[in-house]
């Protein structure tokens, strides 16, 4: 079975330029979630959603960050205008409803590195 | 705030040797406790898991046990491998039960042979 994918895996670009990040969950899955990580934050998370409706994203760093989830099989995360602090591993997880104890499965991430 | 504190690494071991990552927490309730794990160039998976007090989570040679007297969930390893150098993340669920989870700031383990 396919896990969560996530693309691209890779991603270089320049100041003020736009980035967008892709996410497909498991299917069946009907909670998404984003994550940044850096050596200096560790793991933070940004927003997620249940059933497409964002239910918290308080971990958005500022409105140059935005979140949408147009169906149940596809989330983006974009960035407009990027910076250099931005620089990250950006990971989408998702997970069989909102229980506590069910697991969260990890993508592979993407790698921004904003120049 | 609900939080999880690790121990700083890096834990630099030799194989074979037993492993202790401390983990404590402070939430209210009763959240239920994990530890995830994160091989290089990879994205975190879930390693075990507790759910109440004294539960016991278990998985490839890995415990940790659910103390909440001391509200505590420290992973240990009897004899570790080269194949487990990863960073290692514990976690619990948020209170507000909104599925959300806290993560410690993460233990790297590096394994040397």
């Known amino acids: 079975d396919a896990g969560v994918i996530q693309s691209p895996r890779h991603e270089v670009t320049e100041m003020g330029q736009e980035v967008t990040l892709r996410c497909k969950p498991i299917?069946?899955?009907?909670?998404l979630f984003w994550y940044r990580q850096t050596m200096m934050r560790g793991l933070e998370l940004l927003i997620y959603?249940?059933?497409?409706?964002?239910?918290?994203d308080s971990g958005m760093p500022e409105d140059r960050f935005s979140a949408k989830m147009p169906n149940a099989s596809f989330s983006t995360l974009k960035i407009q205008p990027s910076e250099p602090r931005d620089s990250a591993v950006y990971f989408c997880?998702?997970?069989?409803?909102?229980?506590?104890?069910?697991?969260?499965?990890f993508g592979p991430g993407t790698r921004l590195t904003v120049l | 705030g609900d939080s999880v504190t690790q121990m700083e690494g890096p834990v630099t071991l030799s194989e074979e040797a037993f492993l202790t990552i401390n983990c404590t927490y402070t939430?209210?309730?009763?959240?239920?406790l994990f530890w995830y794990v994160q091989y290089p160039g990879e994205g975190l998976q879930l390693l075990l898991k507790?759910?109440?007090?004294?539960d016991k989570g278990s998985n490839k040679g890995f415990e940790a046990t659910y103390r909440k007297e001391t509200t505590s969930f420290h992973l240990e390893k009897g004899s570790v491998q080269v194949s487990d150098s990863a960073v290692y993340f514990c976690?619990?669920?948020?209170?507000?039960?909104?599925?959300?989870?806290?993560f410690g700031q993460g233990t790297t383990l590096q394994v040397k042979p």
């Open positions: 299917s069946g899955h009907n909670s």
């Open positions: 976690a619990l669920t948020s209170s507000s039960n909104t599925g959300k989870l806290i």
């Open positions: 939430a209210t309730g009763y959240p239920s």
């Open positions: 507790a759910t109440k007090a004294d």
């Open positions: 997880a998702s997970k069989m409803g909102l229980a506590g104890d069910n697991e969260q499965f």
């Open positions: 959603f249940n059933n497409n409706v964002p239910i918290d």
